[in-house]
């Protein structure tokens, strides 16, 4: 039986010294596992060795993101939420807690744990040490951001190592760790700072890899398509940082951000739910096409139609008709002609009203068509700026109607 499965016959037999020895034996072989890291983290936990079940748990969610391994992300991030929880910092744990609730709210024993977070926070006294309320960690741990193991409440750990080494105790292990005062790590040159992003349904997290940024100097701001970023560098000079257009709205309001000692790390908030961003920004930002024209533009389109002034003269019009181009205006004089009324007049007819005879002839074409052949209309008009009528909508659902003016003139711009 190998030295993982040995470890994990002991935790379920809560031997958790001997759990940690064959874990670490395991960990000798292969010293980048998440899973030997998790299950040594839990025994670590289980015998109240809790500094250093938060290392583990940090080294986990470490390897787990190299490897892209959800599950194990997810279970390293709760051990470290537990991990926070029993070195009594409150604050940490409940950030983490919901880190792994975004990615599974299902996750075993995750409700005991925020319920039993929330409960210890509401009975802090004003009194009671500031640091347990604060949150000072990010959702991804730091490298080498281990903590001081505390002899006090690791006790038997160094023996445990030196059993699973064979040997007599390291210096190490000899003498206490002293906590070194934390220094302000040099600040990352601008041609070495990287970005990563992920998503889930809700929101984007983008993180900007950049050492010793200055909290209080950092400008960060949101719009509904824009992030911006920019703080000052040790050169004298400032870090500047955009994604404009982002690939799709965002809620401002919504958005978070925390400046940490070695990167930035934001939430952008989708403004639609569910949409899969492709990418951080976005290559051409065009409305999203659609089959049939808005409602709330119908009648406003009907009416630009129908109401449409008439030609002075009898241009032929550009049209999807496979006999070529028509002549509108004849069409239309040939439509409403009654050979036995005078030229010029619509007898007979019962919705003419006097007026333009080509609006009548628009009218009755429009009101008799399917809405197939409406829809046509209404897009190939409006998008030609007037310029042509069809009424196959196969051929113009394809894409934009360009305009085309009749021969011998020109299309200009309003404000040209």
């Keep these: 039986m190998d030295q993982s499965a040995l470890g994990k016959k002991a935790l379920s037999e809560s031997n958790y010294v001997e759990a940690i020895k064959h874990y670490t034996t395991a960990l000798q072989?292969?010293?980048?596992?998440?899973?030997?890291?998790?299950?040594?983290?839990?025994?670590?936990?289980?015998?109240?060795?809790?500094?250093?079940?938060?290392?583990?748990?940090?080294?986990?969610v470490l390897e787990a993101r190299k490897r892209a391994k959800r599950e194990q992300i997810i279970e390293a991030q709760f051990r470290r939420g537990v991990a926070l929880y029993s070195l009594e910092r409150y604050g940490?744990?409940?950030?983490?807690l919901k880190v792994v609730k975004?990615?599974?709210?299902?996750?075993?024993?995750?409700?005991?744990?925020?319920n039993k977070t929330k409960?210890?926070?509401?009975?802090?006294?004003?009194?009671?040490?500031?640091?347990?309320?604060?949150?000072?960690?990010?959702?991804?741990?730091?490298?080498?951001?281990?903590?001081?193991?505390?002899?006090a409440t690791n006790a038997g750990a160094a023996a445990t190592d030196e059993k699973a080494a064979g040997g007599?105790?390291?210096?190490?292990?000899?003498?206490?760790?002293?906590?070194?005062?934390?220094?302000q790590p040099h600040q990352t040159p601008a041609d070495k700072i990287r970005h990563e992003w992920y998503q889930n349904n809700q929101n984007v997290y983008f993180t900007l890899l950049a050492?010793?940024?200055?909290?209080?100097?950092?400008?960060?701001?949101?719009?509904p398509r824009s992030l911006t970023i920019s703080f000052p560098l040790a050169t004298g000079s400032s870090y500047d940082f955009t994604l404009d257009p982002l690939f799709a709205e965002i809620d401002p309001a919504a958005c978070t951000k925390r400046v940490l000692s070695t990167k930035i790390e934001i939430g952008l908030a989708k403004k639609v739910h569910g949409k899969k961003w492709r990418a951080l920004e976005?290559?051409?930002?065009?409305?999203?096409?659609?089959?049939?024209?808005?409602?709330?533009?119908?009648?406003?389109?009907k009416a630009a139609v129908l109401s449409a002034p008439p030609m002075s003269t009898g241009p032929v019009y550009p049209t999807s008709s496979k006999s070529g181009p028509k002549n509108w205006d004849k069409v239309t004089s040939d439509a409403l002609r009654d050979p036995s009324a005078k030229p010029g007049t619509a007898e007979g007819d019962e919705d003419f009203e006097g007026g333009d005879e080509s609006n009548l002839f628009f009218k009755k074409l429009f009101k008799g068509s399917t809405p197939e052949v409406q829809r046509a209309m209404m897009k190939s008009y409006t998008e030609s700026n007037g310029t042509a009528l069809s009424t196959n909508w196969e051929e113009v659902s394809k894409g934009k109607v360009e305009t085309t003016p009749p021969d011998g003139m020109q299309a200009r711009e309003w404000d040209s």
């Excluded at 050492?211 to 719009?223: C, E, L, T, Y």
């Excluded at 930002?285 to 709330?296: G, Y």
Aim: aromatic share 6%; hydrophobic share 30%; proline share 11%.
């Design 102 to 114: 975004r990615m599974d709210e299902k996750f075993k024993g995750l409700e005991l744990w925020i």
């Design 282 to 301: 976005s290559d051409a930002p065009t409305p999203e096409k659609t089959d049939s024209v808005p409602t709330a533009d119908h009648d406003a389109v």
């Design 168 to 183: 007599a105790p390291t210096l190490q292990q000899q003498t206490p760790s002293t906590p070194a005062p934390p220094q």
């Design 29 to 60: 072989r292969s010293p980048t596992s998440p899973a030997y890291l998790i299950q040594r983290a839990t025994a670590y936990q289980r015998n109240k060795e809790y500094s250093r079940a938060l290392n583990d748990a940090n080294r986990a």
């Design 119 to 151: 409960l210890t926070l509401s009975k802090l006294g004003p009194d009671e040490e500031e640091g347990k309320r604060v949150c000072k960690v990010g959702e991804v741990p730091e490298e080498g951001d281990d903590v001081p193991t505390d002899t």
């Design 211 to 223: 050492k010793g940024v200055p909290s209080d100097q950092a400008q960060i701001d949101f719009a």
């Design 92 to 96: 940490d744990a409940e950030f983490v």
